[in-house]
């Protein structure tokens, strides 16, 4: 499954991860630190929405 940032257009691919971001291939959305923000602006992961 894919998320996409609502506030910048980042997306982030449940199958290939984020490897530059430190974030392995296969990394479920759900099982990102709560921590996590986006790579590009900044955003929460609750800026983020299942990509169509």
Same mark, same amino acid.
């Given at each position: 499954?894919? *998320? +996409?940032?609502? +506030?910048?257009?980042? $997306? *982030? %691919?449940? @199958? $290939?991860?984020?490897p $530059?971001?430190?974030?392995?291939?296969?990394?479920?959305?759900? %099982? #990102?630190?709560? %921590?996590? @923000?986006? !790579? #590009?602006?900044? @955003?929460?992961? %609750?800026?983020? $929405? !299942?990509?169509?």
């Amino acid at each position: 499954m894919k *998320y +996409v940032c609502t +506030v910048c257009g980042w $997306e *982030y %691919d449940e @199958v $290939e991860g984020a490897p $530059e971001h430190g974030i392995a291939p296969g990394t479920n959305f759900a %099982d #990102l630190p709560e %921590d996590f @923000v986006c !790579p #590009l602006c900044a @955003v929460g992961k %609750d800026m983020f $929405e !299942p990509a169509e």
